[in-house]
């Protein structure tokens, strides 16, 4: 019943923020789609950029509950990863459960936008780490997901089954369900300042 609830609430927060442009049938399919399969996360298929000790341990295979922020090659992957990282409280929420809870980003970004990913990433102006899916396999893996970009950000959990759809960066309330869920699933309180103030 539970996850009756959260499926009903997302496809009305997805309607919302997008001010219903799609019929709700269409946003209620798309998710029912993307619920159809597990997700395919094929790390060992991507480069991934983090320092050795974090590669050491790979927290991302054993987190319980992994928000998934897949970028293609059509979205701006440089002005996405900087606002994921001015967004901090993603990253907190990670040491806070002691990797329980685990960002996945997973970039496609194009033979052009390499040298500049290459450069924000030396300088720590994106996030530390992340996949470079050169090869476009994460897409060619999980057919279920819609090629629009409102349904490339979701929360999975441990059998990497999809349980949250949006993006809790651009939207308060998904952020809201968001930090429910993984405060329910992980039995934590995320209770550090400023953690509901969307920048």
Not at 125 to 135: G, K, N
């Amino acid at each position: 019943m539970r996850r009756i609830c959260y499926i009903l609430v997302i496809v009305y927060n997805i309607c919302f923020f997008f001010s219903c442009n799609s019929p709700k049938k269409e946003l209620q399919d798309a998710i029912e789609q993307m619920q159809s399969r597990k997700i395919a996360i094929p790390y060992e298929q991507m480069n991934c950029w983090a320092n050795d000790s974090i590669l050491k341990v790979s927290p991302w295979e054993k987190a319980k509950l992994k928000l998934v922020h897949y970028i293609d090659s059509a979205t701006c992957s440089s002005c996405y990863l900087q606002k994921v990282k001015m967004n901090d409280y993603l990253f907190r929420m990670e040491e806070l459960s002691n990797n329980e809870f685990y960002n996945v980003i997973i970039i496609n970004p194009g033979n052009k936008m390499n040298e500049e990913l290459e450069k924000l990433f030396s300088e720590k102006l994106i996030p530390q780490t992340i996949f470079i899916d050169s090869t476009n396999n994460f897409a060619q893996v999980n057919p279920n997901i819609p090629h629009e970009t409102k349904y490339h950000t979701f929360l999975v959990d441990d059998n990497n089954k999809v349980i949250l759809v949006g993006n809790p960066i651009v939207n308060k309330k998904i952020k809201d369900i968001f930090m429910s869920i993984v405060e329910e699933r992980l039995g934590i309180k995320l209770n550090f300042k400023n953690l509901d103030k969307l920048r």
